[in-house]
């Protein structure tokens, strides 16, 4: 057994900054269709709670880094556009090919570029609307048979399900929702 280093209240803050609602989890039982539902959901309402999010944010306050070394809340809002369209093009490669490798990519190097540190947050936001609704829409019409699919992700040397996937983008979705809804909370905005 190992034992575990006692977190600092430093270390413990800058958690809670990083991941407000907690580190990913992956959940047993991945193919209950409660859960499945419920996964669905997030991924579905995620357009709305990040549009609700922002709403009323300043140029300057979307150029406002989440936490101290993170990414501005406008690097966030691109970031999750395109983090759900690589997601999105993984579920559709897992559904067309047989144990497909996905291609990973350097999410900070992404997030550097002008089209995520410069770029009006409202481009990314009609993207995810798109998106989000042809997502689910997919996701809903997955057979049980389906669901369990898999691609292999050479970067971590693992193999994903579509449940397991679909969970991890319901935590992505609520995770960087929670970034800019604690960042507007500590800054009173």
């Known amino acids: 057994m190992s034992e575990q280093t006692p977190q600092t209240p430093e270390s ?20 209950d269709p409660e859960r499945l539902e419920a996964w669905i959901e997030d991924i579905r309402r995620l357009p709305d709670r990040l549009e609700e999010a922002i709403e009323g944010l300043s140029e300057e306050q979307l150029d406002t880094p989440y936490r101290p070394g993170g990414w501005t809340v406008r690097q966030v809002v691109h970031h999750l556009a ?17 144990g497909p490798t996905i291609k990973p990519y350097e999410e900070s190097d992404w997030a550097k570029l002008p089209d995520a540190s410069t ?22 019409s997955l057979t049980p048979e389906q669901w369990q699919r898999t691609f292999y992700h050479p970067e971590n040397d693992e193999w994903t399900r579509l449940d397991a996937q679909t969970s991890h983008y319901s935590w992505h979705s609520r995770h960087h929702t929670a970034h800019i809804a604690a960042l507007r909370e500590r800054s009173g905005w």
């Open 119 to 140: 770029l009006a947050v409202g481009a990314s936001l009609i993207l995810l609307r798109g998106l989000h609704t042809r997502w689910t829409f997919q996701l809903e």
């Open 12 to 31: 413990e803050q800058s958690e809670h900054l990083r991941y407000p609602i907690g580190r990913y989890e992956a959940p047993g039982g991945q193919d």
């Open 82 to 98: 395109d983090s759900h369209m690589n997601a999105y093009l993984r579920l559709k490669f897992a559904l067309t090919e047989d």
